[in-house]
């Protein structure tokens, strides 16, 4: 793979600082917040867009539209990341995000032409998040040092739940004052934030390792190809190549899907359907949800503050384990606020365990193919562990919802028994 020229804003930097105190570190920082913000004000308005224009099975389905590119494209995405570089990759698509909401909220101001616009913006949208997705996860490593990598997770996962707390109030109050048209306009907006944000921000050299990349893809291409006529399909069975033979990554994207596909079903489902099958109302499903933020709220505070965490891979199986156990006992609290503690348990450790999961992937992939690993790691997160969701609400229609946490709780359990079984990962350390 021919890796592309240096782009001018790729430097060193000078030794490592806390990358709370780390103004570049800041910058992309408030881009991502920014971005992600304006992520939840877009969703909140295409919803309420569909909602109002057409059935609510045509609501479902403009909504559902940008799933499948995203899936289709997520590999694909790891590669341009790769070969072009992931800053040039974010940039370019906050800015395409950002046009393209921008000018679906012109649309809607000035006439009213049905669905097919918000249909053709979910398709675009998701098109971009195939190629954005895997590069905003390859940035981190890029802009602060690894033994700061833990921290900055940490630091990502408060402005995860800053967004998901502001995000869709100002999205309502968007609707509330001008309509779809005024949300679409302060998504885009906050997607334009971050693009100068990002433009300022400087890239940390890493070591060298594309020559070592493009030569690990030739000697798998057949026949002796050359790395130079490499197509796109032969980067991603490189990538895939690189992360069955790593004795951390492999194991690492086991646990990770095992982890989600465990775990996504019975909090963003099960709960809401817990809560009506106890008679807790919409306000205990509200308690228990604000539970579960408040704990993984709390995981990325520990980790910002406390920067890194000895024996990571050995604390990433451990928090599986004892997270899996916590939402077991999810259907048995005897009360709203016993199930708010028990989702602040479990916020806590799916929290810690997911951001040293995300850390220890940075700095245990090559450089060259970190693109295409960050792509592997979020299709199985946003392609594969939603198709839970609605599983887990028919089997909680059919056997009720303890059986089902427990089947989830075995499933998440059996990521955190891989992480630990297998040597190369559970010996993992983040470096200090």
Do not use: K
Not at 34 to 57: H, I, M, Q
Not at 93 to 116: E, I, K, M, Q, Y
Not at 124 to 129: K, L, P, R
Request: some cysteine; proline content about 6%.
């Amino acid at each position: 793979m021919t890796s592309p020229p240096a782009i001018p804003a790729a430097v060193a930097l000078p030794a490592e600082r806390p990358a709370h105190r780390d103004g570049n570190v800041l910058r992309w920082l408030g881009a991502y917040t920014a971005s992600t913000v304006g992520d939840n004000v877009y969703y909140l308005a295409l919803s309420w867009a569909a909602v109002s224009t057409g059935t609510p099975a045509q609501a479902g389905v403009v909504t559902a539209v940008s799933a499948l590119p995203r899936a289709l494209l997520m590999l694909g995405g790891g590669v341009v990341a790769d070969r072009f570089g992931p800053r040039r990759v974010v940039i370019g698509g906050d800015a395409v995000r950002c046009a393209a909401v921008l000018t679906a909220a012109a649309v809607l101001w000035l006439s009213d032409p049905g669905l097919w616009p918000l249909t053709l913006l979910a398709l675009v949208f998701g098109t971009v998040d195939a190629m954005f997705l895997p590069a905003v996860g390859a940035l981190p490593v890029r802009v602060t040092g690894p033994g700061q990598l833990a921290r900055v997770q940490g630091m990502r996962g408060m402005a995860i739940r800053f967004a998901n707390v502001v995000g869709a109030p100002l999205g309502g109050l968007g609707v509330a004052l001008g309509g779809a048209a005024a949300a679409f306009g302060i998504a885009g907006l906050l997607i334009a934030v971050s693009v100068p944000l990002l433009v300022s921000v400087r890239m940390r050299a890493l070591p060298s390792d594309e020559a070592a990349g493009a030569a690990a893809d030739a000697s798998g291409a057949a026949d002796g190809e050359s790395a130079a006529r490499a197509t796109a399909w032969h980067d991603v069975a490189a990538g895939l190549r690189h992360i069955r033979r790593s004795r951390v990554l492999g194991p690492l994207m086991l646990a990770i899907a095992l982890g989600d596909l465990g775990f996504v079903g019975p909090l963003n489902v099960g709960l809401t359907l817990l809560a009506d099958e106890r008679g807790w109302g919409a306000s205990g499903a509200g308690w228990v949800l604000a539970g579960f933020g408040a704990g993984a709220g709390a995981a990325s505070l520990l980790l910002t503050v406390r920067g890194r965490l000895p024996h990571a891979g050995w604390i990433t199986g451990g928090a599986c384990i004892a997270g899996a156990a916590a939402i077991g006992a999810l259907p048995h609290a005897p009360s709203v606020l016993a199930a708010a503690g028990t989702a602040l348990l479990v916020g806590l450790l799916a929290g810690t365990s997911g951001a040293l999961c995300g850390a220890l992937l940075q700095t245990s992939a090559a450089p060259a193919y970190l693109g295409r690993v960050t792509a592997v790691a979020s299709l199985v997160s946003l392609g594969f562990a939603p198709l839970s969701m609605p599983l887990s609400a028919a089997a909680i229609g059919a056997w009720g919802t303890g059986p089902v946490f427990a089947v989830s709780a075995v499933v998440c359990a059996l990521g955190g028994v891989v992480a630990l079984a297998a040597p190369g990962l559970r010996r993992a350390e983040l470096p200090g």
